[in-house]
């Protein structure tokens, strides 16, 4: 790694996906796992505020801050539902880390796909904690850029290896099943969202319509049942009926936030809810019983993209994967700045 203060390393889509395939798809999602389980078990060192958030008719740009007072990590995200009709990615993200010392940036990353990971990877946390003991079965509705990540990330943590697909658009499936096959899983392609959670002891909804929708009714989800609901992540948009919300456990990542973009957005301001660090922390009980239904009602949290920035990180100086961006303004004289401007007209 250099020590060049105008250089900052930065990860490009190429490199990364040259780094998960290096270490392994399954690795890096456990790997990924450990890091985000530790900064959630350091909870009260982290700067915590609701994304910052601009919506508009389209969709939405956040921005995703936080530090543990040593490290400072944003994540800029999108994320706009139309751009699937246009050939775009419904989301994308590029995030940075920097010392709090000096202020300066010590990592610039790509985070489409590193949002991807780190949004399974947290999912497959929560389910250590939530989900049914011996669970092998889980039903995946919405079988869209998001839905191979979970399935692998289930099964890295927690051995999950029969998937039941189901998506209003029939080729998502089939290209769910076809980037799927030959991975250990034994997969089954369902007509409708009801068939999917037929003996699925998980159910991960993973929609990205940015409306109030219904992807599970009350009638759908049995007792015992652990919920992974990962497509509600801005206000006034949902995917699990209220009455679900209802009887059931719910765990979420940082309250304020999910109050206003998760699932519970349907639910009274005071309906009691479980941070997931506490779950974590032994200070509060996870699933109850067996016959109970947990709710993960994931919003992601810019702990999570921190997490995930510092795993990055270092994995770089063993891997080189990565290329210098000269980003950083340093002039021989820290104040002479504008001489900085006036020697560079002089070079030839």
């Known amino acids: 790694m250099t020590a060049r203060l105008n250089i900052v390393p930065f990860v490009s889509v190429d490199h990364m996906m040259k780094l998960v395939l290096a270490i392994g798809v399954e690795r890096f999602l456990t790997d990924l796992a450990d890091y985000i389980e530790e900064d959630f078990r350091r909870w009260a060192l982290f700067d915590k505020t609701p994304r910052v958030a601009s919506h508009s008719i389209d969709g939405v740009i956040e921005l995703m801050p936080t530090s543990d007072g040593r490290l400072y990590g944003f994540k800029y995200v999108n994320g706009h539902p139309k751009n699937m009709r246009e050939g775009r990615q419904t989301v994308t993200a590029f995030g940075v880390l920097a010392d709090v010392g000096n202020g300066y940036p010590m990592l610039l990353s790509e ?42 990330a289930f099964k890295a943590l927690l051995g999950v290896n029969k998937l039941r697909l189901y998506d209003i658009d029939p080729a ?49 989800v049995g007792s015992g049942v652990h919920i992974n609901a990962v497509g509600g992540d801005c206000p006034g948009k949902t995917e699990l009926h209220r009455d679900i919300l209802l009887r059931s456990q719910i765990f979420v990542e940082y309250t304020p936030q999910t109050r206003i973009e998760g699932e519970i957005q349907q639910l009274d301001p005071d309906h009691a809810v479980v941070e997931l660090w506490e779950v974590m922390a032994g200070t509060a009980e996870g699933r109850a019983s067996s016959q109970a239904v947990t709710l993960f009602d994931s919003v992601g949290f810019a702990t999570e993209d921190f997490s995930a920035l510092r795993y990055v990180r270092d994995q770089l100086a063993r891997t080189g994967l990565y290329e210098e961006l000269d980003l950083l303004a340093d002039p021989d004289e820290p104040r002479d700045l504008f001489g900085m401007l006036l020697r560079a007209a002089k070079q030839p």
């Open 111 to 152: 985070m489409t796909i590193l949002t991807a990971l780190r949004t399974a990877a947290t999912s497959a946390v929560a389910a250590k904690y939530l989900a049914p003991k011996g669970a092998d079965c889980m039903a995946i509705i919405g079988n869209g850029a998001q839905s191979e990540f979970q399935a692998m």
């Open 172 to 220: 998502a499936t089939r290209k769910c099943a076809d980037n799927l096959a030959g991975l250990g899983f034994e997969i089954t392609s369902c007509a409708s969202a009801h068939a999917a959670v037929e003996g699925a002891q998980i159910i991960t909804t993973v929609t990205a319509d940015k409306q109030y929708a219904t992807i599970l009714t009350d009638n759908m």
